[in-house]
């Protein structure tokens, strides 16, 4: 098997929930502000920033040959006009040290936070956004773009642009449906732009992975959508748009499909406009995946004013997470099964559980490799899984309570330590090696034996 076509066995993180001082963001501000849930800060975070080669270790020691990660916009250029040479040599530093454990790098440029002057400019909403984030892009590659192959320009554009102007998670926790429109179109307007330039502009490739074609997307939160009540006609046509809207639309716009359901509100304008429209402007679909959604109508009483659909992620005698979501594997082998109908190569860019014992995540481990082996015994082009998360974190509004560390973080004096878990994890990956390197339905049966 050739190196590019080498199954990515991966951990997955985010600068600002790890690093620790991103100061200059608009998430460090917000916190700033209380608006965290447990009144928590993010602070010194994980202390990844001067520990980042000890929690590359973890993920070497477990057998990864991958590791997802984000470059943090607001440490590269914490003003508008001024680049921190700091900030990128440490980035050049992380790369090397993914380089020496031979993990291959999935870079993210926009992981839910920008830098404060961009923020304070309207982020997103702004129609000069595409231009000030294509700035920061390019600099990104010419700095470091020639030992970068597996690009992702965001994560979660939908969960963004929700959670700052319906939803009240994300600064500026405005509760303003008519902005989500606009964010998205200028959102996708900087996807078409990164994307041509990291294809049009990385010229020169060095490093170990410097054959491989260049392959960029995004990262798509996925939730398999339900009504909450089976026999309520509104809850299955809630359902039924959820699907649709939530998790189809971006993959249409980047996928040249000018006649998907919700697209007209994503995109504004007529297709002829914007580029995106009309041709493809993604190499890969990635899925972050996590839970169900149930979905309901409710009286103006029980929701927010104006907004009466409400969404929960479990009943309550399903098995869940720490945080309330439900474990249902099933719904990313059908996640996948759609992605099949785009016809490009998928990755498993986030899965994962809240789990501070550690009680779940091995069978939840097990469970969701599973789908992903049968999806790619009935055809589809899986190439990559990325778990979330290597380590314990911040994780946003929650602050740091919820645990989905393969390896665990001991926040009063930062140590690491892997988990149960991240043990079993090892012991597949190695398994593998001796057979296939994609998942397989028996080597992953005989674990789960191991378990009962």
């Known amino acids: 098997m050739s190196a590019s076509s080498k199954f990515l066995w991966g951990a997955a993180t985010s600068s600002h929930q790890i690093e620790g001082d991103n100061t200059k963001n608009d998430w460090w501000a917000w916190e700033q502000m209380g608006k965290v849930e447990t009144g928590e800060v993010s602070g010194k975070s994980t202390d990844h920033w001067n520990r980042f080669q000890e929690d590359l270790d973890l993920a070497a020691q477990m057998g990864l040959n991958a590791y997802r990660f984000s470059i943090e916009w607001s440490r590269w250029q914490p ?16 790369i090397d040290e993914c380089e020496k454990r031979k993990l291959k790098p999935m870079v993210t440029l926009h992981h839910f936070t920008s830098p404060l002057w961009f923020a304070e400019r309207g982020g997103f909403l702004n129609p000069d956004s595409p231009t000030l984030f294509l700035k920061f892009v390019k600099k990104v590659i010419s700095e470091l773009g020639d030992r ?53 502009e990385t010229k020169k490739r060095n490093g170990p992975w410097r054959e491989e074609p260049i392959e960029v997307g995004i990262a798509n939160n996925m939730i398999d959508f339900f009504p909450d009540r089976s026999w309520h006609p509104i809850d299955i046509g809630l359902s039924k748009v959820a699907r649709n809207f939530f998790n189809r639309t971006w993959w249409d716009a980047l996928t040249g499909r000018p006649q998907s359901f919700g ?31 149930y979905l309901s109508w409710g009286s103006l009483t029980q929701v927010q004013a104006d907004f009466p659909i409400q969404v929960k992620f479990a009943k309550e005698t399903e098995p869940k997470s720490e945080l309330g979501w439900a474990i249902h594997p099933e719904g990313l082998g059908r996640m996948m099964r759609f992605a099949q109908t785009y016809q490009l190569p ?107």
């Not at 998670?169 to 078409?192: A, N, R, Y």
């Not at 509100?265 to 959604?293: F, H, M, S």
């Not at 330590?417 to 390197?437: E, T, V």
Request: aromatic share 14%.
């Open 79 to 94: 003003y508008p006009d001024q680049w921190d040479p700091v900030a990128i040599d440490w980035y050049r530093q992380l």
């Open 148 to 200: 970068i192959s597996l690009w992702c320009t965001f994560n979660e554009p939908m969960v963004l642009a929700v959670g700052q102007y319906l939803g009240g998670f994300m600064p500026p926790g405005e509760f303003k449906p008519d902005c989500v429109g606009k964010l998205c179109h200028h959102i996708l307007k900087s996807h078409v732009q990164s994307y041509d330039a990291i294809h049009r």
């Open 263 to 293: 697209l007209p509100w994503l995109i504004k304008k007529p297709p002829q406009v914007l580029e995106a429209l009309g041709r493809r402007t993604c190499d890969y679909l990635g899925i972050n995946y996590y839970t169900k959604g």
């Open 346 to 452: 998928v990755y498993i860019t986030e899965n994962g559980i809240a789990d501070a014992t550690d009680k779940y995540r091995g069978q939840y481990l097990i469970s969701h490799l599973k789908q992903v082996a049968e999806a790619i015994s009935q055809g589809v082009q899986v190439k990559g899984y990325f778990h979330w998360s290597l380590i314990d974190n911040f994780e946003w509004i929650k602050g740091y309570e919820p645990r989905f560390g393969l390896a665990q973080v001991d926040y009063s004096n930062f140590q690491r330590g892997l988990r149960p878990s991240a043990r079993l994890f090892s012991k597949i990956i190695a398994m593998h090696q001796g057979y296939f390197d994609q998942p397989q339905i028996a080597i992953l049966n005989s674990f789960t034996h191991e378990q009962k």
